[in-house]
C-alpha cells in the first residue's frame, strides 16, 4: 500500500485550502485513514479521522469545526478540507491508513496504530 499526499501550499489566514491523499495498491474500502500534523521538533499530532465506513469521523479540539475530512472510495481518495486556516495550522501534514482490527477505542488519534504512512505535504499560513 503506498499514500502520496498532495495539496500543501501557502495560504492566507481565514481563506482554504483542500489536502488530498491517495491510496495505491490497496482496498481503499478496507482501510480507516487520519491526518496528522508534525512542527519542527514535536511528535506528530493527531488531526482528523475518518472510519471505513465513513460512518463517523473524528477531529483534534483545535481543528473541529474548521476542518473537514472524508473521502472518495471511488477514486480512492481521502481529503482534509482546511477552512480559515490559522498561523498556528503551519505544519507538515501527513496522511495515514490502518486495515486492522483495533482492540479498543480511540485507537485512531495514535500514529503508532497506523501502518501506512504518505510523505507529508507543508501547508504555511501566512499573510
Known amino acids: 500500500v503506498q499514500l502520496q499526499a498532495s495539496g500543501g501550499g501557502l495560504v492566507q489566514p481565514g481563506d482554504s485550502l483542500r489536502l488530498s491523499c491517495q491510496l495505491s495498491?490497496?482496498?481503499?474500502?478496507?482501510?480507516?485513514m487520519g491526518w496528522f500534523r508534525q512542527y519542527p521538533g514535536k511528535e506528530r499530532e493527531f488531526v482528523a479521522f475518518i472510519r471505513r465506513d465513513e460512518t463517523k469521523t473524528y477531529y483534534a479540539d483545535s481543528v473541529k469545526g474548521r476542518f473537514t475530512i472524508f473521502r472518495n472510495n471511488a477514486n480512492n481518495k481521502m481529503y482534509l478540507q482546511m477552512n480559515s486556516p490559522r498561523p498556528e495550522d503551519t505544519a507538515l501534514y501527513y496522511c495515514?491508513?490502518?486495515?486492522?482490527?483495533?482492540?479498543?477505542?480511540?485507537?485512531?488519534?495514535?500514529?503508532?496504530?497506523?501502518?501506512?504512512w504518505g510523505q507529508g505535504t507543508q501547508v504555511t499560513v501566512s499573510s
Open positions: 495515514a491508513a490502518d486495515g486492522r482490527l483495533h482492540s479498543y477505542s480511540g485507537w485512531y488519534l495514535r500514529s503508532e496504530e497506523y501502518n501506512h
Open positions: 495498491g490497496g482496498t481503499f474500502e478496507s482501510y480507516g
